[in-house]
C-alpha cells in the first residue's frame, strides 16, 4: 500500500549499504513489489541504533531491517542503549539473502603483496602493520583476532567508523591491511 523502508545499519559506502542498496534496485528493477523499497541508513553504536530503531517499529509492515554480524555481537557486547532488551528475538527474519564472507586486502602498490607478508610483518614488529576495520566485536575484529590466534601476529587494530572509511583509509595508505565483507 506504501513504499517499505529498508533501515541500513551502517553508514554509506560500505558492504552493508552496498548490498542493501543493490537489493532494493534489484527489487525496484524486475518490478518485484508495487512500491519503492528505500533505503535509510541509521550507523551508531555497532548497528544498535538500527536495531533499535527498527524494533520500536513491531508490527509496522513498512520497516525492514538490512542486518549484518553485529546483529549478534553487539548485544552479547552490551553496546548500545538498551542492548540487552535488543536482540535478535525481537525480529522476524524474512529472507538470509547472503552471507557475510570476509575478504583480506592491502593496496596495490603498498608493503605487503600476500597475507603471508602481512602475517610475517605483524609477528616480526608486534603492533607495526595497521589493521584497519569496524568497530571492536565486530566481524572484522573478529578475524583479526582469529589471525593473531592462529598465527602469533599481532596487529595494530584501527577502528573506522564503516567500511567506507576503512577502504578510504587503505587506498589512502592509512592503514596496511583490511578486512571488509
Do not use: H, W
Not at 1 to 17: A, F, K, W
Not at 87 to 114: R, S, W
Amino acid at each position: 500500500e506504501r513504499d517499505i523502508t529498508l533501515i541500513i545499519q551502517s553508514s554509506p559506502g560500505g558492504g552493508s549499504d552496498l548490498f542493501a542498496r543493490t537489493f532494493a534496485n534489484g527489487v525496484a528493477n524486475n518490478k518485484l513489489l508495487p512500491v519503492v523499497v528505500a533505503p535509510e541508513n541509521m550507523p551508531g553504536a555497532s548497528g544498535a541504533v538500527a536495531y533499535a530503531y527498527v524494533a520500536g517499529k513491531a508490527a509496522d509492515p513498512y520497516f525492514l531491517l538490512n542486518a549484518s554480524g553485529t546483529f549478534i555481537t553487539t548485544p552479547i557486547l552490551g553496546q548500545g542503549t538498551d542492548a540487552e532488551k535488543v536482540t535478535y528475538k525481537n525480529f522476524t527474519p524474512v529472507a538470509a539473502l547472503a552471507l557475510d564472507e570476509m575478504v583480506i586486502a592491502v593496496k596495490t602498490d603498498g608493503k605487503y603483496a600476500t597475507l603471508q607478508d602481512v602475517i610475517d610483518a605483524a609477528k616480526a614488529a608486534p603492533d607495526a602493520v595497521l589493521a584497519g576495520g569496524t568497530e571492536m566485536g565486530s566481524p572484522d575484529s573478529i578475524c583479526y583476532y582469529l589471525l593473531e590466534k592462529q598465527t602469533g601476529a599481532d596487529f595494530n587494530y584501527i577502528v573506522f567508523d564503516g567500511g567506507d572509511e576503512v577502504n578510504a583509509a587503505l587506498l589512502g595508505g592509512n592503514v596496511d591491511v583490511a578486512i571488509g565483507n
